[in-house]
């Protein structure tokens, strides 16, 4: 499984990014899809993932200004981010469990600014 992700670049606090992830996987469908974030000196961190039926979770920092969605005709899982803060400043990966092993796209950083 391949993970293509787009859409980082830097950002004033406030702003808005949109992140993309494209899946080479052809059962991306039925794929639990997610992003995690990491800042330097810090663990990765959930940042959102949503389930083949749709069923999503947040992680606690972004609930209410991050929003994960996914578009199963383009094995594409999107992360709108808005209201973005300094502290959301990191590498933003993109993820999938496969057959209970967990694959990560390259990663995209994304600055924000004050």
């Known amino acids: 499984v391949q993970l293509q992700a787009s859409g980082g670049g830097l950002v004033q606090a406030g702003g808005s990014l949109r992140l993309s992830c494209v899946a080479s996987?052809?059962?991306?469908?039925?794929?639990?899809m997610g992003w995690y974030r990491q800042s330097p000196g810090k663990q990765r961190e959930l940042v959102a993932i949503?389930?083949?039926?749709?069923?999503?979770n947040y992680g606690d920092s972004v609930l209410g200004r991050f929003t994960i969605s996914r578009d199963n005709a383009k094995n594409t899982v999107y992360l709108q981010m808005n209201s973005l803060k300094p502290a959301d400043t990191a590498v933003y990966y993109c993820?999938?469990?496969?057959?209970?092993?967990?694959?990560w796209g390259k990663g995209t950083l994304i600055t924000v600014s004050s």
């Open positions: 993820w999938t469990p496969v057959g209970g092993a967990p694959y």
């Open positions: 949503i389930t083949p039926g749709g069923r999503i």
């Open positions: 996987e052809g059962t991306f469908k039925f794929n639990t």
